[in-house]
């Protein structure tokens, strides 16, 4: 199996200070009528899928297996301001969204975007984006990345991508004659991909980095993915029935504006090289 390193400072370049173009939340409404207030929340569960660092991973502190990560830390900021106790639980990327509007947790937060198709937004309410990444990457056993100077070069071949995501969306959409392969784990597609199970991953630019960084019978193929960005949100439940929203918009701004994204993608970077597999 293969193991997760991190990608030192490189995360940290694609951390949004501010929001770009279209990256407005639907509590818009709210705030505009004055609804600022802290809601009263005893407890703050965040739900989230942690296999992919450096956002949300497991990692073993003092005997503990604990998960931590970009957007985990930024929930406990979100809990914090709200005066709440603050729990994660992990969960399959492909069930996050059920099971946030189940009431099994209260928001997700797992480097999670506005999907093209509008599945996500239809599910639930979202917040201001707090994160824009590193554009996606392709990913090729090392030695094959010659092979493919476009999209249509993956015709007739295996890509995977992780389930629900948007780069399923890439494969199936735009490298037209592409088998893909869905899998809920990264790492289990990039074990496929090193066993020869199939050609090539989509993934997230900053996860790619991850295992490109620690791995050299990985490489990435030299193809424009830039626009296919759109900055990662927190969800929750639809309609907001808690109120969360106009408050974690607050702490988003105020994460990103006085620099404390930075410190959160710093301390995750650096745990990166701790992540536990499955």
């Known amino acids: 199996a293969l193991g997760l390193a991190a990608c ?17 939340s639907q509590a818009e409404s709210s705030a ?27 990692v073993l502190q003092d005997g503990e297996d604990k998960i931590v990560g970009i ?8 809990a914090e301001d709200m005066g709440a106790e603050f729990e994660v639980v992990h969960m399959d990327f492909n069930n996050l969204f059920t099971l946030l509007n189940q009431g099994q947790c209260d928001m997700v937060i797992a480097a999670a975007e506005i999907d093209e198709e509008g599945v996500r937004p239809a599910a639930a309410d979202y917040s201001d984006g707090y994160y824009s990444d590193l554009p996606p990457k392709i990913v090729v056993r090392a030695g094959d990345e010659g092979n493919y100077t476009s999209l249509e070069d993956f015709a007739g071949k295996a890509v995977g991508a992780q389930t629900a995501t948007t780069k399923e969306t890439i494969v199936t959409k735009y490298m037209t004659g592409a088998d893909l392969v869905s899998m809920s784990s990264v790492v289990d597609l990039v074990n496929n991909l090193v066993y020869g199970k199939c050609d090539a991953l989509v993934l997230d630019g900053a996860v790619a980095d991850q295992y490109l960084a620690s791995n050299s019978d990985l490489a990435a193929v030299d193809i424009d993915m830039s626009s296919y960005v759109e900055p990662y ?12 929203l106009p408050s974690i918009n607050e702490t988003i701004a105020k994460v990103l504006s006085d620099g404390t994204m930075d410190g959160f993608i710093e301390k995750a970077d650096e745990l990166s090289s701790q992540a536990l597999e499955g």
Do not use: M
Request: a negative charge; charged letters at 20%.
């Open 233 to 244: 949100r927190v969800w929750v439940a639809k309609g907001d029935p808690k109120g969360l």
């Open 71 to 78: 957007d985990v830390f930024l929930g406990e900021q979100i």
């Open 8 to 24: 030192g400072s490189g995360t940290s370049s694609s951390a949004s200070s501010s929001n770009t173009d279209g990256s407005t």
């Open 32 to 58: 505009s009528t004055g609804d600022t207030s802290t809601p009263s929340v005893d407890k703050l569960v965040l739900g989230t899928s942690a296999d992919y660092p450096p956002f949300e991973f497991h």
